[in-house]
């Protein structure tokens, strides 16, 4: 085999795209759901060729069309470690059982929400605690919080406040990093924002009741905030290569947000992606 893919958004979805018009032998490797966290969004409205905007699902749909349309192999399983032989083949060991090799590698593994590491976190995980609405029951007439204060957390705040009874937005300062389109509905959308304090524990048994703030300021005043639901988004973390590599090896390429790059668009890993998988045709031309 030419290629190991390893991740199924944007980035590898592209990228296995690419390598397999171009005449080589690509396997895609994806832990989920190919798409990656795309394929969950409600609307795109910033990706050339849809006026109009188009879900994450059905632009993922469209690429994982077209790349198997080129001879793209598909598999759903996850890379548990890799590593390269003297006779410079690649080996990567899948959670499911087996082993696939081949001359080269591409890391499309894509980036993971950050947790709040506040006490109750980890037990209330998926108890009322999510990151995003694809992962939770309906938000209908419920009290939810949203804490960030990146893109993300403002759109997914505006999007819940649609159905929700009332959503909060929590964000340690009172700047939104977000662009001029979005901050105005976010202003129409009803959203209570709660500027100045952060998340410092979760309360609740069997679900989550309520919030603690504290100020960012570092006042020792604490307030609980009564809610049915909570959601995170206070950035990603790339998925870090499943080897003890201190430097890559040749042969081995990442791309999209896996790459820790800060411009986490469709399009940014998709064209980032193609970019890799020319690499990887030049290294394979020159073996």
């Not at 470690?81 to 696939?100: C, E, H, N, P, T």
């Not at 403002?154 to 939104?176: E, H």
């Not at 609740?204 to 639901?229: M, N, Q």
């Not at 206070?234 to 040749?250: Q, S």
């Amino acid at each position: 085999m030419d290629a190991v893919v390893i991740g199924g958004g944007p980035a590898g979805l592209a990228a296995g795209m690419h390598l397999s018009r171009a005449g080589y032998s690509a396997l895609l490797v994806e832990r989920r759901s190919f798409g990656g966290q795309a394929r969950r969004l409600e609307r795109i409205e910033n990706y050339p060729g849809f006026p109009h905007g188009v879900s994450g699902a059905r632009l993922m749909g469209l690429w994982l069309e077209q790349a198997r349309r080129w001879g793209l192999a598909v598999r759903l399983d996850e890379a548990v470690s890799l590593a390269r032989g003297a006779d410079r083949i690649f080996s990567v060991r899948l959670k499911k059982g087996g082993a696939l090799h081949a001359r080269s590698v591409l890391w499309c593994a894509g980036a993971g929400f950050r947790r709040l590491g506040v006490p109750g976190e980890s037990r209330l995980l998926g108890k009322g605690v999510w990151n995003t609405c694809d992962e939770a029951p309906s938000c209908a007439g419920l009290e939810v919080a949203v804490v960030g204060a990146g893109e993300a957390a403002a759109q997914q705040a505006a999007s819940i406040a649609r159905k929700a009874c009332r959503v909060y937005l929590i964000s340690r300062t009172g700047r939104l990093k977000t662009h001029r389109l979005l901050l105005e509905r976010l202003s129409r959308s009803g959203v209570v924002r709660i500027p100045g304090f952060r998340v410092s524990g979760l309360l609740g048994r069997r679900r989550l009741e309520a919030v603690e703030l504290t100020p960012s300021s570092g006042r020792e005043e604490v307030k609980k905030l009564k809610v049915d639901a909570l959601f995170t988004l206070i950035g990603k973390e790339p998925v870090r290569v499943p080897a003890a590599w201190r430097r890559k090896p040749a042969g081995f390429f990442e791309a999209g947000d896996a790459a820790a790059g800060i411009f986490r668009q469709v399009a940014v890993a998709g064209g980032d992606g193609i970019r890799a998988a020319m690499r990887a045709v030049r290294y394979l031309e020159g073996l």
